[in-house]
């Protein structure tokens, strides 16, 4: 049973948090070399150079000529390279041992190896192949996430993988696919620069995308409107020409109340919406039960700001459409993005310099990350794992016979409640902490203790590897190469500035050698991440995500290449070698495989989908009882779980401890002041946080950060509802009491050693 071995703070003393070190190498210490990578934070990737010295990355120089960031770096980029040689780092393999203090000790890595083997093939041989799991991470390179689900598919046969993408960008995906027929925002952020219009709703770009904000800004120099739609004056609200404060949770009324009033002020496009598009329709006639005074009453935007975001959105000449977790993260997740992507549709304004539409991705390679075959319904290429078709090209990629490859398994939630039901018994995790990161969290902690087997591949202890039978020291961004896909859909390089230390080993490396040790080597046998990519340029051609034309140079040379990139033109089946990319897409002369000439977006008759994007209230909606919103999201200095953020000093010291934002009325209504103790209560459990009042949230909502674990994680308060399509959870709103606290919470008293 995976219990945690010992007092988590006797394994949080030996393993971390702790804060890094302020400086590496000797002060005035000049780099041996500077190596051209990209930061291992955010789906921005900005481009950064990491000075390497004694094999240890002692800082970084701007890399002023990747075309994405300029040189620029938010506080998270400038201060990444102080993970490295981090006193935390896992140096070898680690076996729960709970007569040690920390929980667990020390073994040879070929041990730990042979052990995971073992306990792999008892439960198969006992269960069945389904009764391990895998779980992955969107910061893995694309070489990882491809080659992870054909570990779990062909390897251990088990249909049961998916990732940690399925709490990024799944409701987006699903929604693009739905719409578009493909998954990828349509324009680089360079189209930006000149658009009148830009609509953000729900994305605190200046805090989880930082880089974007200078866009948007450049943008505005020019002229443009921006619209900020958020139940939070997030700080790029705060420079917007228009802000919608909706209520947590009603984005879809709001999208439909405008669309109905750009409907009735003549302010779509008939030409593209006759032309290009089907289903409008059905879409109109949803739309006319949304009056403003309806909208208005739902959402809580006032009536005259829903008729200036029709106007100013209506009659713009070119616009941008930006939209992330904030709307994504809710039950109705996909229908809040279709509803953004009904606005774009009648606009008509796609696929023309300075207009397009995207979902800002949030993981490091949530884009590659959701192409490849990770998520438990997809085959490398973004084919469908139910489609025989696909299943029978990637049968063939990978030698096996079609029958032998796993059906469609289940989302990550979902494969938790299966190790609750005792149907999985074994969990491989790699760069994931569910733990921290998905929601109600106190359930998928009774789930993990029910796993008789647990690996986790990591390189720092994460909260939820305390609960590990083995840990397999992985990997970090630095110490390996392979490709990501940034947030444009740009398809950049990660290059290794330093071998890995002591143990620890590249987690491709790591699956091979688990591979190797059940007598399951076939396939598993590539000698780099170069090997691996050649693999899936293969398996990914002729799918909507085709790579087959992208090269380790051809990046190099182009500073990343924008998918699709075709190894043979799709117009002719001639070889393409110099087939750059498809920087924009929708562009009125394009061409793809799907439509084959029939119109510019991916389905058979190659027009875009209107679809109804209805409004449902959200499941755990306020009441009597619980009368506030709660609201979670992320702040600038901290990333998702804060595996690595809570252990970079300077970080830490921005953002040291989660608060509850709420404003002054609600504040005074409920006798709290600022920096008081006060305690959150919602269906599933109670935190006890420091209060922050402040002025730029509604006085119905409050909101914590989520990215700190035990009695200060925001999840232990968070509803598991999810979207019946995306099966996203539904972060961004639950029902929630607020009350001063009776007194300081235990964990205040006993300080960690981060503090
Ligand atoms: S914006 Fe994202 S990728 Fe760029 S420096 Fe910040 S965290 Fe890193």
């Given at each position: 049973?995976?219990?945690?071995?010992?007092?988590?703070?006797?394994?949080?003393?030996?393993?971390?948090?702790?804060?890094?070190?302020?400086?590496?190498?000797?002060p005035?210490?000049e780099?041996?070399?500077?190596?051209?990578?990209?930061?291992?934070?955010?789906?921005?990737?900005?481009?950064?150079?990491?000075?390497?010295?004694?094999?240890?990355?002692?800082?970084?120089?701007?890399?002023?000529?990747?075309?994405?960031?300029?040189g620029?770096?938010?506080?998270?980029?400038?201060?990444?390279?102080?993970?490295?040689?981090?006193?935390?780092?896992?140096?070898?393999?680690?076996?729960?041992?709970?007569?040690?203090?920390?929980?667990?000790?020390?073994?040879?890595?070929d041990?730990?190896?042979?052990?995971?083997?073992?306990?792999?093939?008892?439960?198969?041989?006992?269960?069945?192949?389904?009764?391990?799991?895998?779980?992955?991470?969107a910061?893995?390179?694309?070489?990882?996430?491809y080659?992870?689900?054909?570990?779990?598919?062909?390897?251990?046969?088990?249909?049961?993988?998916?990732?940690?993408?399925?709490?990024?960008?799944?409701?987006?995906?699903?929604?693009?696919?739905?719409?578009?027929?493909?998954?990828?925002?349509?324009?680089p952020?360079?189209?930006?620069?000149?658009?009148?219009?830009?609509?953000?709703?729900?994305?605190?770009?200046?805090?989880?995308s930082?880089?974007?904000?200078?866009?948007?800004?450049?943008?505005?120099?020019?002229?443009?409107?921006?619209?900020v739609?958020?139940?939070?004056?997030t700080?790029?609200?705060?420079?917007?020409?228009?802000?919608?404060?909706?209520?947590?949770?009603?984005?879809?009324?709001?999208?439909?109340?405008?669309?109905?009033?750009?409907?009735?002020?003549?302010?779509?496009?008939r030409?593209?919406?006759?032309?290009?598009?089907?289903?409008?329709d059905?879409?109109?006639?949803?739309?006319?039960?949304?009056?403003?005074?309806?909208?208005?009453?739902?959402?809580?935007?006032?009536?005259?700001?829903?008729?200036?975001?029709?106007?100013?959105?209506?009659?713009?000449?070119?616009?941008?459409?930006?939209?992330?977790?904030?709307?994504?993260?809710h039950?109705?997740?996909?229908?809040?993005?279709?509803?953004?992507?009904?606005?774009?549709?009648?606009?008509?304004?796609?696929?023309?310099?300075?207009?397009?539409?995207?979902?800002?991705?949030?993981?490091a390679?949530?884009?590659?990350g959701?192409?490849h075959?990770?998520?438990?319904?997809?085959?490398?290429g973004?084919?469908?794992?139910?489609?025989?078709?696909?299943?029978?090209?990637?049968?063939?990629?990978?030698?096996?016979?079609e029958?032998?490859?796993?059906?469609?398994?289940?989302?990550?939630?979902?494969?938790?409640?299966?190790?609750?039901?005792?149907?999985?018994?074994?969990?491989?995790?790699?760069?994931?902490?569910?733990?921290?990161?998905?929601?109600?969290?106190?359930?998928?902690?009774?789930?993990?203790?029910?796993?008789?087997?647990?690996?986790?591949i990591?390189?720092?202890?994460?909260?939820?590897?305390?609960?590990?039978?083995?840990?397999?020291?992985?990997?970090?961004?630095?110490?390996?190469?392979g490709?990501?896909?940034?947030?444009?859909?740009?398809?950049?390089?990660?290059?290794?500035?330093?071998?890995?230390?002591?143990?620890?080993?590249?987690?491709?490396r790591?699956?091979?050698?688990?591979?190797?040790?059940?007598?399951?080597?076939?396939?598993?046998?590539?000698?780099?991440?170069?090997?691996?990519?050649?693999?899936?340029?293969?398996?990914?051609?002729?799918?909507?995500?085709?790579?087959?034309?992208?090269?380790?140079?051809?990046?190099?040379?182009?500073?990343?290449?924008?998918?699709?990139?075709?190894?043979?033109?799709?117009?002719?089946?001639?070889?393409?070698?110099?087939?750059?990319?498809?920087?924009?897409?929708?562009?009125?002369?394009?061409?793809?495989?799907?439509?084959?000439?029939?119109?510019?977006?991916?389905?058979?008759?190659?027009?875009?989908?209107?679809?109804?994007?209805?409004?449902?209230?959200?499941?755990?909606?306020?009441?009597?009882?619980?009368?506030?919103f709660?609201?979670?999201?992320?702040?600038v200095?901290?990333?998702?779980?804060?595996?690595?953020t809570?252990?970079?000093?300077?970080?830490?010291?921005?953002?040291?401890?989660?608060?509850?934002?709420?404003?002054?009325?609600?504040?005074?209504?409920?006798?709290?002041?600022?920096?008081?103790?006060?305690?959150?209560?919602?269906?599933?459990?109670?935190?006890?946080?420091?209060?922050?009042?402040?002025?730029?949230?509604r006085?119905?909502?409050?909101?914590?950060?989520?990215?700190?674990?035990?009695?200060?994680?925001?999840n232990?308060?968070?509803?598991?509802?999810?979207?019946?399509i995306?099966?996203?959870?539904?972060?961004?709103?639950?029902?929630?009491r607020?009350?001063?606290a009776?007194?300081?919470?235990?964990?205040?008293?006993?300080?960690?050693?981060?503090?």
């Amino acid at each position: 049973m995976a219990k945690i071995p010992v007092d988590e703070l006797a394994i949080t003393r030996a393993y971390g948090p702790h804060v890094s070190a302020k400086i590496r190498g000797a002060p005035g210490e000049e780099p041996e070399r500077l190596v051209k990578t990209h930061c291992c934070f955010c789906g921005q990737q900005c481009g950064i150079q990491l000075k390497v010295r004694n094999e240890q990355v002692i800082g970084f120089e701007p890399w002023e000529e990747f075309p994405f960031n300029r040189g620029m770096l938010c506080p998270k980029g400038v201060k990444r390279y102080l993970q490295g040689s981090h006193p935390d780092r896992l140096l070898t393999a680690l076996a729960r041992d709970p007569s040690q203090s920390s929980g667990f000790r020390p073994i040879a890595y070929d041990e730990a190896i042979a052990k995971v083997a073992r306990e792999i093939e008892r439960l198969q041989e006992t269960h069945g192949h389904g009764s391990v799991g895998v779980l992955g991470g969107a910061s893995l390179t694309t070489e990882k996430t491809y080659l992870l689900g054909k570990f779990a598919r062909v390897c251990l046969k088990t249909p049961f993988i998916d990732y940690n993408g399925r709490l990024c960008m799944v409701s987006a995906g699903a929604a693009n696919k739905k719409a578009f027929g493909i998954d990828r925002t349509t324009n680089p952020w360079a189209d930006m620069i000149g658009t009148e219009v830009i609509w953000l709703a729900g994305s605190n770009v200046a805090e989880c995308s930082p880089i974007t904000t200078n866009y948007v800004w450049q943008a505005r120099e020019r002229g443009a409107k921006v619209i900020v739609q958020d139940p939070r004056i997030t700080p790029i609200a705060r420079t917007c020409d228009l802000y919608l404060p909706v209520r947590p949770g009603r984005d879809a009324a709001l999208f439909a109340g405008v669309l109905q009033l750009m409907i009735d002020n003549g302010w779509i496009d008939r030409d593209f919406i006759e032309a290009h598009t089907v289903g409008f329709d059905e879409v109109a006639k949803y739309c006319r039960e949304w009056t403003p005074a309806r909208t208005a009453d739902v959402t809580g935007v006032p009536e005259r700001s829903l008729r200036k975001a029709a106007e100013l959105w209506g009659q713009a000449k070119s616009s941008f459409f930006f939209h992330a977790r904030g709307i994504e993260h809710h039950s109705n997740g996909v229908q809040n993005a279709l509803g953004t992507i009904n606005l774009v549709l009648a606009s008509g304004r796609l696929g023309k310099p300075n207009c397009g539409y995207g979902t800002i991705v949030g993981q490091a390679n949530g884009q590659g990350g959701r192409e490849h075959g990770m998520k438990c319904d997809q085959l490398p290429g973004w084919r469908e794992i139910t489609n025989p078709d696909h299943r029978k090209y990637i049968a063939g990629v990978w030698d096996i016979e079609e029958k032998d490859l796993p059906g469609p398994g289940v989302d990550a939630y979902e494969l938790f409640r299966k190790i609750d039901a005792g149907e999985i018994k074994g969990l491989v995790s790699i760069c994931f902490n569910p733990k921290v990161s998905l929601p109600d969290s106190d359930f998928v902690t009774r789930a993990l203790e029910k796993l008789e087997f647990y690996v986790a591949i990591d390189f720092f202890l994460n909260d939820t590897a305390r609960h590990a039978d083995v840990v397999l020291p992985g990997s970090l961004h630095e110490e390996d190469e392979g490709t990501v896909t940034q947030v444009e859909g740009r398809v950049i390089k990660v290059n290794k500035a330093v071998e890995c230390p002591g143990d620890a080993r590249q987690d491709w490396r790591i699956v091979q050698d688990i591979a190797r040790a059940l007598g399951r080597p076939k396939g598993f046998t590539f000698d780099d991440p170069r090997a691996i990519f050649e693999e899936l340029r293969v398996a990914s051609k002729g799918g909507v995500a085709d790579y087959s034309g992208i090269t380790y140079e051809k990046i190099e040379r182009q500073m990343g290449v924008f998918w699709p990139c075709y190894a043979e033109d799709p117009r002719t089946g001639k070889a393409s070698p110099d087939h750059e990319g498809t920087p924009r897409l929708f562009a009125p002369d394009s061409y793809n495989p799907v439509a084959k000439g029939a119109g510019r977006f991916y389905f058979p008759d190659g027009k875009a989908r209107f679809n109804v994007a209805d409004y449902r209230t959200p499941a755990d909606d306020v009441d009597e009882a619980y009368p506030l919103f709660l609201t979670t999201g992320r702040v600038v200095s901290q990333f998702l779980s804060g595996t690595q953020t809570r252990r970079i000093g300077p970080l830490v010291s921005q953002y040291p401890e989660p608060r509850i934002e709420l404003h002054p009325r609600l504040a005074q209504k409920l006798g709290i002041a600022d920096g008081e103790w006060t305690t959150c209560e919602t269906r599933r459990g109670t935190i006890t946080l420091k209060a922050m009042v402040v002025t730029t949230i509604r006085p119905d909502t409050i909101f914590i950060p989520y990215h700190w674990a035990g009695e200060k994680s925001a999840n232990r308060l968070t509803v598991a509802a999810q979207d019946p399509i995306s099966k996203i959870p539904q972060y961004k709103v639950c029902a929630c009491r607020v009350r001063k606290a009776d007194g300081a919470p235990s964990y205040a008293s006993v300080l960690e050693p981060q503090q």
